[in-house]
């Protein structure tokens, strides 16, 4: 099994910064994509950013030029950096990673971290 713990969220206001981070562990022996998903009151999940063990990203069209996501060289954590953060940013942020454990590869999920963004 893989657990993944998140960290970083809270309140900030429109326009400032938050680092989210979130950390792997467990019995894995390999993390291929890892990445952030975020879920609005009413909404649905939706894709923010991923990046790959090769270091390539895919980011959300609403985040691209605020938002940069990274691996740490441990390659079994991952981070974004939200800059110029919206009100429409407000959500629950989940980490995810694609993660070989035991025989399988599937996909993993965090318990979620709040971005709250005042107007």
């Known amino acids: 099994q893989v657990q993944l713990v998140e960290s970083g969220g809270g309140l900030v206001q429109a326009g400032g910064s938050l680092r989210l981070s979130c950390a792997a562990s467990?019995?894995?022996?390999?993390?291929?994509?890892m990445g952030w998903y975020r879920q609005a009151p009413g909404k649905q999940r939706e894709l923010v950013a991923t990046?790959?063990?090769?270091?390539?990203?895919n980011y959300a069209d609403s985040v691209k030029g605020r938002f940069t996501i990274s691996r740490g060289n441990a390659k079994n954590t991952v981070y974004l950096q939200m800059n110029s953060l919206k009100p429409e940013d407000t959500a629950v942020y989940y980490c995810?990673?694609?993660?070989?454990?035991?025989?399988?590869?599937?996909?993993?999920w965090g318990q979620g971290t709040q971005v709250t963004v005042s107007s």
């Open positions: 995810y990673a694609y993660a070989h454990s035991m025989t399988n590869w599937g996909p993993y």
């Open positions: 467990g019995s894995f022996s390999s993390i291929n994509t």
């Open positions: 990046v790959t063990s090769d270091g390539s990203t």
